[in-house]
C-alpha cells in the first residue's frame, strides 16, 4: 500500500479539495400540480406520481 514520504502543504491540500462540489438538484415540474419535485419521486405538494395518488407522500406540516 502506497504511503506517502512528505507531508502535504495545506496549499496543495485545499487546491485539490476545491473540486469536491456538489451539484444542483434536478427538479421537475410535476404534471398534476406544475410545483417542482424531484424525477422519479412522489410530488411532495400533491402527492401524485405516476399518474396515481399517493396520500403518504403528501407533505404534512404539523405531524409528529
Do not use: F
Amino acid at each position: 500500500m502506497a504511503v506517502p514520504k512528505r507531508k502535504m502543504s495545506r496549499s496543495n491540500t485545499r487546491s485539490r479539495r476545491a473540486n469536491w462540489k456538489t451539484t444542483a438538484t434536478a427538479l421537475a415540474d410535476c404534471p398534476r400540480c406544475s410545483s417542482p419535485k424531484m424525477p422519479h419521486v412522489a410530488c411532495p405538494s400533491c402527492g401524485s406520481y405516476n399518474g396515481r395518488h399517493y396520500i403518504a407522500a403528501e407533505r404534512s406540516e404539523h405531524q409528529a
